[in-house]
């Protein structure tokens, strides 16, 4: 028992590592914030592009989705990281992981948008077109909106999805917060720069876990 | 009288299924002209051609000068001008009830946010909602909810006014207040393309019916006119209890 907790809740170690895994929780923000917008904008066009009127444009979406949602985001990042020398590009490890997690988070992105918008009654569309708004703008104006109030709860889940995604760049070397985490563990052959990383993640993400929570009761009750 | 709309020869199929057969029909300025048929006979299918929610397959439906199905008719800018109401309301839920109304005036005719409340205050204040500028459409009863639609589509300046069962959606003790607009309109000279079960409303207040049947309109008239004539299917529907 003192084993276990000298080996993961060592407080002396965790105040070392701290500064080291605040830096990399900077790293692990400042992927979300980066990649929660892009996945959102091209999760929106792929959404678009999967209603769209030409069928081949809609068919090379479709694939273009699901192939990008059946691949493990961890492959998907040791796939682009390793190409993207070949394709003559010198990439940081870091814009690998947002390429290959915008890819992987847009599609999921895409699905949700897909459901938001198909949940909105076609009259809505119908009923702004009517009154002159050109396509869009009632997009933007009427029929986003509510697409978006209809599968906010699907958003938030899916963009801390997004966040614990993030963790998977450490595979690569990406200095964000479980890679800082794993670095201090082998410096000091102790468990607890982990523990107090699991520790900073819920710290991050139990908010929005709940606030998750808040925006399903919400739609439930509507 | 001058038509402000002018359908001539129009059809439209939905893929294999011609639904509407050479259509020819005049609405005249401050006219009044009922659609009345049995269900599927074409007569949502009609009036949404009117404004292009419906591609028609062939025809030409004029409006001013302007056909409307021309290649480069400018649809958007058309429709400020053909206001539609639909049986379900349509309102935008996300969007009180002077929001519903401004929409439109601000992104489409360019308004000023001022202006543009100031309109849609002056036509929710003429549909009776004066008390109702900040409602949410769910806060609102049906009756109120149509005249909202209504309000938004007036605000706009049409010249003409496409019904598709404005009061078909509606608890018997709300159709009233609806009707009531209607007559108002009406009187105010707006020109309108109604579709409609209320039989006693448009023997009442219709200039002209047209009844359809199969994609066609098979019986054209004055309500007095289609009542007097001996064996027309027209006569037993308009004649109908509604
Ligand atoms: N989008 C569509 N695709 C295929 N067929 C359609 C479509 N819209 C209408 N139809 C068909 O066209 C015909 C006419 O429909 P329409 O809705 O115009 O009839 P209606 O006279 O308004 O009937 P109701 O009184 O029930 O409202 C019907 O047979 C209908 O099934
Ligand atoms: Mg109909």
Redesign the pocket.
């Known amino acids: 028992m003192n084993a276990l907790i000298e080996q993961f809740f060592n407080l002396e170690v965790m105040a070392q590592a701290f500064p080291f895994l605040l830096k990399g929780l900077g790293v692990t923000i400042l992927l979300t914030l980066l990649l929660t917008p892009l996945g959102l904008a091209l999760g929106l066009a792929l959404a678009l592009g999967s209603s769209a009127r030409h069928r081949g444009l809609r068919r090379a979406v479709r694939i273009w989705v699901n192939g990008f949602r059946g691949l493990p985001p961890l492959v998907l990042i040791i796939i682009v990281y390793s190409a993207l020398p070949f394709l003559g590009l010198r990439t940081p490890p870091l814009m690998a992981v947002v390429i290959a997690l915008w890819l992987n988070s847009s599609a999921y992105y895409c699905e949700i948008l897909r459901a938001g918008l198909g949940s909105v009654p076609a009259g809505q569309m119908e009923a702004a077109r009517a009154t002159g708004l050109g396509r869009a703008q009632a997009l933007r104006d009427v029929v986003l909106p509510q697409a978006v109030r209809n599968v906010l709860p699907d958003l938030a889940s899916n963009t801390i999805e997004l966040v614990k995604g993030t963790s998977l760049a450490s595979i690569i070397g990406v200095s964000e917060l479980l890679h800082m985490a794993s670095n201090a563990r082998s410096v000091v052959y102790n468990a607890s720069p982990i523990t107090l990383a699991a520790l900073m993640y819920l710290a991050f993400l139990l908010p929005s876990v709940r606030l998750t929570g808040w925006l399903e009761r919400r739609r439930r009750g509507a | 009288m001058r038509p402000i709309l002018d359908i001539q020869a129009l059809y439209k199929s ?1 893929g294999d ?1 011609e ?1 509407l057969k050479n259509i020819n029909l005049k609405v005249g300025e401050g006219e009044m002209v009922f659609l009345i ?1 049995p ?7 009609l009036l949404r051609c009117c404004n292009r929610l419906e591609e028609p397959t062939s025809g030409a439906i004029w409006m001013d000068n302007t056909n409307l199905l021309a290649g480069d008719t400018d649809i958007n800018r058309m429709r400020q001008r053909i206001g539609m109401v639909f049986q379900g309301f349509n309102l935008y839920p996300h969007m009180t009830a002077e929001q519903n109304v401004m929409l439109a005036l601000r992104r489409v005719q360019g308004k000023s946010e001022a202006e543009a409340r100031e309109i849609a205050r002056r036509e929710l204040d003429r549909m009776g909602l004066a008390e109702r500028f900040g409602h949410y459409p769910s806060q609102l009863s049906g009756g109120q909810q149509q005249r909202v639609a209504i309000a938004r589509s007036l605000a706009l300046g049409p010249r003409v006014m496409l019904m598709d ?1 404005p009061t078909s959606a509606l608890d018997p003790e709300l159709v009233g207040g609806v009707l009531e607009a209607m007559r108002e309109m009406k009187a105010a000279g707006m020109t309108m393309l109604v ?1 409609s079960h209320e039989m006693r409303f448009a023997r009442e207040a219709a200039d002209r019916v047209a009844f ?1 049947q199969a994609g066609e309109i098979v019986e054209y008239g004055t309500p007095a006119e289609l009542l007097a004539r001996e064996g027309g299917r027209a006569r037993a529907f308009l004649g109908g209890e509604h």
């Open positions: 939905f299924a639904v048929g269900s599927g006979s074409g007569k949502s299918t069962e579709v359809m």
